[in-house]
């Protein structure tokens, strides 16, 4: 199944009670945007994606990769829902064809990388994510993503 997929812009980790756990943006900072004007962007942009996930899982038949969830100005919005749920919401921009299992095996390994996170037994549940290496391990799986449209 082909559909418009794009370089992501932006992965974020969301709570039960929808607090944002982790939210990294990966803009060009050579296209004159600052990382902070960004990241306020990004943050609107994921909280108002938030509202579809209810409706975007009973569509899912339980199957935990939600697929696209919407258009927000120039970004694609795709959703992940945790059977805990946590909440992983993708934004990508300049549509390119792609196929949908890329984006939905990305989430997966970051579901993976989550879980594997919290089995550290310093990792606080329910804070946001501090942990260096899985920061490190997230850009890894972004960055390989994204090299295929770079």
Same mark, same amino acid.
């Given at each position: 199944?082909?559909?418009?997929?794009?370089?992501?812009?932006?992965?974020?980790?969301?709570?039960?009670?929808?607090?944002?756990?982790?939210?990294? $943006?990966?803009? +060009?900072?050579?296209? *004159?945007?600052?990382?902070? +004007?960004?990241?306020?962007?990004?943050?609107? @942009? =994921?909280?108002?994606?938030?509202? @579809?996930?209810? %409706?975007?899982?009973?569509?899912?038949? *339980?199957?935990? !990769? @939600? #697929? !696209?969830?919407?258009?927000?100005?120039?970004? %694609?919005?795709?959703?992940?829902?945790? &059977?805990?749920?946590?909440?992983?919401?993708?934004?990508?921009?300049?549509?390119? $064809? #792609?196929?949908?299992?890329? =984006?939905?095996?990305?989430?997966? %390994?970051?579901?993976?990388?989550?879980? %594997?996170?919290?089995?550290? /037994? !310093?990792?606080?549940? /329910?804070?946001?994510?501090? &942990?260096? /290496?899985?920061?490190?391990?997230? +850009?890894?799986?972004?960055? &390989?993503? /994204?090299?295929?449209? *770079?």
């Amino acid at each position: 199944e082909f559909h418009l997929l794009a370089m992501i812009t932006c992965l974020a980790i969301i709570s039960k009670g929808n607090s944002p756990l982790f939210l990294r $943006t990966y803009v +060009d900072s050579t296209q *004159g945007e600052d990382t902070d +004007d960004a990241s306020l962007r990004f943050h609107h @942009l =994921i909280h108002t994606s938030l509202d @579809l996930i209810p %409706e975007a899982k009973l569509n899912s038949k *339980g199957n935990l !990769f @939600l #697929g !696209f969830l919407c258009p927000i100005d120039e970004y %694609e919005v795709y959703g992940y829902s945790t &059977s805990t749920h946590i909440k992983i919401i993708l934004a990508l921009e300049v549509p390119l $064809t #792609g196929k949908i299992s890329n =984006i939905e095996n990305l989430l997966r %390994e970051v579901h993976r990388e989550y879980v %594997e996170n919290l089995m550290n /037994n !310093f990792t606080p549940l /329910n804070k946001p994510i501090t &942990s260096r /290496n899985f920061m490190l391990r997230i +850009d890894r799986l972004v960055n &390989s993503y /994204n090299a295929d449209f *770079g």
